[in-house]
């Protein structure tokens, strides 16, 4: 089955400067790629997503890269916030029908520092 | 703007119980999905389910649960003799046509098993 991996597992930047949060998939049918953003106590909140046939797609401060070849994909944030403090989730899903789970990373904690 | 719903938030059952862990997911979404995150660790898939039947499971979702769609909108998660490994917080998550790959996830619910 697919496995993702994610690094970093914690990532302190300073307010204002950019954050990058990568993925590695090991399922050449993945084609969808979402991200995620977990608040405490909270469930995960869509906050950008990928599909296999795009390289890139942004949504104001974030974007994310997808690398077919390599398998691997990437968050970015730029001119973080506070508010972007929190626990961020990569997942992939395959080629199957509507109903396809998804398999997550282990998260990154980001930490944006005053 | 529509969202998943849970109930209840919280839920302390005794090992050995039964438990029913509700949904309501977004109304006109077609697919239904429940995720586990023990505390601390990643998102798990579970089980995905689709037309009234189950599109897709894990290896996790053994015999022990099961789900059901009772009526027009609620969205059920039975665990039969619950262990204390099951403790745990419980997404639900539903999606809409097949196309739309996005999962849009519910607060979840927080199950102690003592």
């Known amino acids: 089955g697919e496995n993702v991996e994610q690094h970093p597992s914690t990532l302190s930047v300073q307010e204002g400067d950019s954050a990058v949060i990568k993925c590695t998939y090991s399922d050449s049918a993945s084609n969808y790629f979402p991200w995620y953003k977990q608040e405490l106590g909270k469930g995960p909140q869509l906050i950008i997503d990928?599909?296999?046939?795009?390289g890139e797609k942004k949504d104001q401060r974030i974007a994310v890269t997808l690398n077919k070849t390599a398998k691997h994909f990437s968050l970015h944030i730029t001119e973080t916030q506070p508010e972007d403090s929190a626990v961020y989730f990569c997942?992939?899903?395959?080629?199957?029908?509507?109903?396809?789970?998804?398999?997550f990373g282990k998260g990154t904690h980001l930490i944006i520092q005053p | 703007e529509p969202e998943v719903t849970q109930t209840p938030s919280h839920q302390v059952t005794q090992m050995g119980q039964e438990v029913i862990l509700r949904c309501v997911p977004i109304?006109?979404?077609?697919?239904f999905y429940w995720y586990r995150q023990i505390l601390g660790q990643k998102v798990e898939f579970l089980v995905s389910?689709?037309?009234?039947?189950?599109?897709?499971k894990s290896e996790i979702f053994d015999d022990q649960f099961s789900v059901e769609r009772p009526d027009g909108s609620n969205f059920t998660l039975k665990i039969r003799s619950t262990k204390l490994e099951d403790s745990a917080m419980y997404f639900c998550?539903?999606?809409?046509?097949?196309?739309?790959?996005?999962?849009?996830f519910g607060p979840g619910t927080r199950l102690l098993v003592l």
């Open positions: 997942a992939a899903s395959g080629s199957g029908g509507g109903a396809d789970g998804l398999t």
């Open positions: 998550a539903s999606s809409g046509p097949p196309r739309s790959k996005t999962q849009y």
């Open positions: 109304s006109n979404h077609l697919y």
């Open positions: 990928i599909r296999s046939n795009v």
């Open positions: 389910f689709y037309n009234n039947e189950i599109s897709e």
